[in-house]
Structures are given as structure tokens and as C-alpha cells.
């Protein structure tokens, strides 16, 4: 523990760093709902506004484990309210926005304030916590983040529909400005390293974040008629060759951004892949039903948000129950099982249509929470499990990103396939019920064989056998 640290209480610690979670996880929720007032305040189609959460996501997952590593040797103080301080101002700006093509170029510089925030708030408890202590203050930083994004919908909804859009952005601006007040007077400065570090990857940061960014955009605009050499398939071409020279050049690094030898281990790769997919699964979801739930069932945003809210609340419940049980039974177990169950969510909802009452879609969500929440947390110490003890730090950060990762290629992902099969290239306002529930259906369809591909690579990992 940092030494002029010593007078500050871990309590006031965690509420530095707590404010950066809450902020960082309620913006990775509260946008959703209010996409569609978004989409028609711009008149843009859902391809389009789909990448105001896309970027987000691209830009968060690609930065996080980098700026990870630059917090060890530039300072986690630095790097944490230099986070605040970006994320602060680009809320302001995506309020402000005068055109959808503004606020997608602002979301990109707030995911770069949030890959500041969310690495360099762990960092800080892991330098300036007591040892006795650290385990307990992690789960609170969790336990913030979470709550945030169960709130992030309702937020959003109620936020939209008594006020506008704009405003889920603004209330960002009070919190973000007392969170750097808060951040410079009560957090010590880091002690400057012992030993210098060891040189930096540079050129993997860089080839990683232009892979992870040309493999994921391009996804949402998969199957619409494009011309010229900047095509969707063009630019899915051109991210397999980075993502080459990346895997080349990592190879070849003292310190990699990736270390790219843990997914020689089967169990470790299967494992990332089940949680990447699942993340996947979710995130595609969550982007499609507040289109169903406020253009064919008509209700408000505040309606969609307190529905949206059911399975947040109840992930986060589910969440520790189902870290709790992997430690017992073996996280291959509650992995198999919560995957069966959020298959059957998709199921169900291959039933709804324009027609359908409350009572099919409330039972759904019910059972979406119950097989997700297990799963993200017994999902994720898998990954840990598999990695060996000297690279556990490192798979920390490659299941931090999967979860950004699987949701910003879902968000995509689905944006694709509803696009294709409801023929929505132009203003989604205008889009007939039965062309947009054809896409609906198709993208749910999708969820069911993702979902599959959920089961299939959880049961392949061969845990380790608990006595």
C-alpha cells in the first residue's frame, strides 16, 4: 500500500473509484432504449444509429488492456481522471450533437474516456487497498458497475421520455466533475517505478485497435449494396491481414499487448469463446427489443425501460449466486446449464409478434436473467481457471475485453441481419410491422444458433475435477 496513502481510508478509496464504474457501466446501458428516439430524431436508419453503441463498444474493448499497461509505468491516478475528464466532455458533446455521423464520432471519444476509467479504478485498489482487503473492494467496484447497468435502462427510458435524449448524456456532466475534484485531492500519487518498463508494444496497441475497428463496423452493414473499394467485405479482407501482422508482431514483442500462446490451450480458448458468444448473444438482444417494445407493442420509453429492467435485476442477483456454485460444483456445470436456459429465451421469443401481450415477453425476460446471471460469473473465472498461475493478470484482461468485444459484434451482428431480412436501408420510421418483425424474427434465429455455439464450447472445456 502506497505510503502517502496512508491516511486515507479505503472506504473513501472506493468511492472515488465507484463513481467511474457507476458512471462507465450506466452509460454502457442507458443508450439502448433510447436508440429509437435517436434514429428518428436524426432520421437515420437502425444500421446507422446501431453504431452509436457499436463504437462505444469498438473503441472501449480495443484501448482497455492497453491502457491497462500504460497505467503500470504512466501513473494509474494519470490515466484514471484523464479517463474522467475525456469521458466528462465527450457526454457533453454527444448532447450536443448536430447530425447521428457527430454523435458516432463522440460516443468513439467517450469509449476512449471509458477504456481510461476502467482499467486504471482496478489498478487503483490493486496499488493503494490493503492485501486483507482488496478481494472485498473488488466485488464493490463489480457490484456498482452492476447496479449501474441494471438502472441504465429504466434511466434511459424515463430520461428520454420526460426529457430527451440529449439528457442521458448530460447527467454525466455533475457526476464526471466531481468525480476529478474528488480523484485529485483524495487519491495519492503513484510512486514512480522501481525498475523502467519494459519496452512497450506500440506497434500491437496500434494494429490491434485498427483490426478490432475494422473487423466489427463493417459487420452492421454486411448484406446492403455498397460500391468502390470501401465495402463492408473489403474492409472484413483488410482486418484479417491486421489481424495477422498483429498475431506477427506479437510474437515478436518483449511485453505483448496479447499474449496470444494462452489460446494454444484448448480449454482457455473454448472457454473465451463460450463467454465471447454469450456476451454476443446478449448484446444483439438488448439492441432489438426497445425497437420491438416501442414500435409493435407502443410502449414509451419509460414503459420499455422498466421492462428491459426484469432480467438486469435479476443478472445482478443471479450474478455472485452463480460464482458461487462454480466454486462448489465447477464452473462447467452452471456454464452448460445457464446456457440451456438462455437458449430457451430465444426460443420464446420466436413466438412474439405484433400481436402478442405482455405475458409471453415478461416470462422471456425472467428467463433470460436466469440463465444469463449465472453465467457471466461462472463464465469468467472459467476463463481465469484456465490460464495458469503466471498468466492470470493477462486473462483478466483478455475476459474484460471478450465481454466488450462479444457485445459490440452482437450489437453489430444483429443490426445485420435485421437490416437484411426487413429491407430497412432507409428511415426505420417508415418500416411496415410485418417487414420489421421478418427482420425481428431472423435476428432471433440467429440468437438461437449462437446460443448453440454457447453450449457446444462450454461443454468442450474439461475443467479441472474438484474433490
Keep these: 500500500m502506497n505510503s502517502n496513502n496512508h ?55 480495443s484501448l482497455m488492456v492497453i491502457f491497462a499497461k500504460i497505467s503500470t509505468f504512466a501513473g494509474t491516478k494519470k490515466i484514471y481522471i484523464g479517463g474522467l475528464a475525456i469521458f466528462t466532455l465527450a457526454s457533453l458533446l454527444c448532447a450536443v450533437s448536430w447530425n447521428i455521423e457527430a454523435l458516432i464520432a463522440f460516443r468513439a471519444f467517450q469509449g476512449l474516456g471509458a477504456a481510461m476509467i476502467a482499467p486504471s479504478a482496478v489498478a487503483t485498489i490493486a496499488l493503494h487497498v490493503r492485501e486483507s482487503e482488496r478481494a472485498k473492494s473488488l466485488g464493490v467496484i463489480a457490484a456498482a458497475s452492476a447496479l449501474a447497468f441494471a438502472l441504465g435502462p429504466v434511466a434511459g427510458g424515463l430520461i428520454t421520455e420526460y426529457l430527451s435524449w440529449h439528457w442521458i448524456f448530460l447527467i454525466n456532466l455533475p457526476i464526471g466533475i466531481i468525480a476529478i475534484v474528488l480523484a485529485h485531492s483524495i487519491l495519492a500519487d503513484d510512486a514512480p517505478p522501481i525498475a523502467a518498463p519494459r519496452a512497450f508494444d506500440y506497434p500491437g496497441a496500434v494494429l490491434f485497435f485498427i483490426a478490432m475497428t475494422l473487423f ?49 490451450n484448448r480449454n482457455f480458448t ?82 412474439l409478434s405484433s400481436n402478442s401481450g405482455t405475458g409471453l415477453l415478461i416470462v422471456a425476460l425472467i428467463i433470460m436473467g436466469i440463465g444469463f ?84 464450447s462450454s461443454s468442450m472445456v474439461r475443467d479441472t475435477k474438484r474433490t
Design 270 to 351: 473454448c472457454s473465451t469463446l463460450s463467454y465471447s458468444f454469450a456476451m454476443l448473444a446478449y448484446g444483439g438482444l438488448l439492441l432489438i427489443l426497445p425497437f420491438y417494445l416501442q414500435f409493435i407493442m407502443s410502449m414509451s420509453p419509460g414503459e420499455a425501460g422498466l421492462f428491459l429492467l426484469i432480467p438486469s435485476i435479476i443478472i445482478t442477483v443471479l450474478s455472485p449466486v452463480g460464482g458461487m456454485l462454480a466454486d462448489k460444483t465447477g464452473a462447467g456445470k452452471v456454464c452448460v446449464v445457464s446456457s440451456v436456459v438462455f437458449l430457451v429465451t430465444f426460443l420464446m421469443m420466436l413466438f
Design 7 to 61: 491516511a486515507v481510508s479505503t472506504g473513501l478509496i472506493l468511492f472515488v473509484v465507484g463513481i467511474g464504474a457507476f458512471m462507465d457501466g450506466l452509460d454502457g446501458a442507458i443508450v439502448n432504449v433510447s436508440l429509437p428516439q435517436i434514429a428518428a430524431s436524426f432520421n437515420a436508419d437502425i444500421s446507422l444509429a446501431s453504431l452509436v453503441l457499436t463504437i462505444y463498444l469498438v473503441v472501449l474493448s
Design 216 to 264: 466489427i463496423l463493417p459487420m452492421g452493414f454486411i448484406g446492403e449494396r455498397s460500391e468502390g473499394l470501401i465495402t463492408p467485405v473489403n474492409l472484413l479482407f483488410l482486418s484479417a491481414v491486421v489481424f495477422l501482422l498483429f498475431a506477427l508482431a506479437e510474437k515478436k514483442a518483449m511485453d505483448p499487448v496479447i499474449d496470444l500462446s494462452l489460446f494454444l
Design 373 to 456: 446471471g449465472p453465467f457471466m460469473s461462472a463464465g469468467s473465472s472459467r476463463i481465469i481457471e484456465h490460464s495458469g498461475e503466471d498468466k492470470r493478470e493477462m486473462a483478466s484482461g483478455i475476459m474484460s475485453t471478450s465481454i466488450y468485444f462479444g457485445t459490440a459484434l452482437g450489437t453489430a451482428l444483429f443490426t445485420a441481419i435485421f437490416s437484411y431480412f426487413s429491407g430497412d436501408h432507409g428511415s426505420q420510421a417508415g418500416l411496415p410491422v410485418p417487414a420489421f418483425m421478418s427482420g425481428f424474427n431472423a435476428a432471433i434465429v440467429a440468437g438461437v444458433l449462437f446460443c448453440i455455439i454457447v453450449i457446444v
